[in-house]
């Protein structure tokens, strides 16, 4: 079946606007999350959604940044005013239940802002 | 320091040669998690592991709880194996959340 999908593939903006980064998660699966890679840099947490119950926003860097999941499904990460310490590879995982499961990950979005 | 420590951080081997990448952590853990990452960017999920060892095709990975580190093993080593192996760990004293290493950059040559 359909593995999580990511859009856009690539996104390059100006510092100062604000970006819009949308995942589809695998259908059925009750837990996304979004993670972020920047270059030289290891993967790191920035939310997570589990079914109805309030977002873990533990993870998001400052008050820029905001995710949303519409339908218990579609998720969207916006950054409003981007600078350019925010380019990375945007990725986002899903699993069937939780985080005790195996999680499955996205292609990811490359954000560069110029 | 990191909270999650790979080793080495780069890697080249032979084709064939057996290969062990090595993850230590501080913390007490629920799970750890070894991941693949090619170079095109994707991840794929290796294993979950919280205890023992777990086997899949040529890779297996081993957990030893008490003295907080896991080793990824790879028999038999082959040129599609080159990627980044990441080991992250999820501990109630991060929230649960997943810890990510740096990552291991395996390079095997033919």
């Known amino acids: 079946g359909a593995g999580v999908s990511q859009s856009p593939s690539n996104k390059v903006t100006e510092k100062g606007k604000d970006v819009e980064l949308r995942c589809d998660p695998i259908?059925?699966?009750?837990?996304l999350y979004w993670y972020r890679q920047s270059l030289g840099q290891g993967l790191e947490f920035l939310i997570y959604?589990?079914?109805?119950?309030?977002?873990?926003k533990s993870g998001l860097p400052s008050d820029r940044f905001s995710a949303e999941r519409t339908g218990g499904s579609v998720s969207t990460l916006t950054i409003q005013r981007t600078q350019q310490e925010d380019s990375a590879v945007y990725l986002c995982?899903?699993?069937?239940?939780?985080?005790?499961?195996?999680?499955?990950f996205g292609p990811g979005t490359r954000l560069t802002v110029l | 320091k990191n909270e999650v420590e790979q080793s080495p951080q780069n890697l080249t081997a032979q084709e064939g040669e057996f290969i062990t990448i090595n993850c230590s952590y501080s913390?007490?853990?629920?799970?750890l998690h070894w991941l693949q990452q090619h170079p095109g960017g994707g991840i794929v999920s290796l294993f979950m592991?919280?205890?023992g060892k777990k086997k899949h095709g040529r890779l297996i990975a081993t957990i030893n709880i008490q003295e907080k580190h896991s080793s990824l093993h790879i028999t038999a080593s082959h040129p599609r194996d080159s990627a980044v192996y990441i080991c992250?760990?999820?501990?109630?004293?991060?929230?649960?959340?997943?810890?990510f290493g740096a990552g291991t950059i395996l390079r095997v040559k033919s």
């Open positions: 995982a899903s699993s069937p239940l939780g985080r005790g499961d195996t999680q499955y």
């Open positions: 913390v007490g853990i629920s799970a």
């Open positions: 959604f589990q079914g109805n119950s309030a977002p873990d």
């Open positions: 992250a760990v999820r501990s109630s004293q991060y929230g649960n959340k997943l810890v």
């Open positions: 259908s059925g699966h009750t837990a």
């Open positions: 592991l919280s205890s």
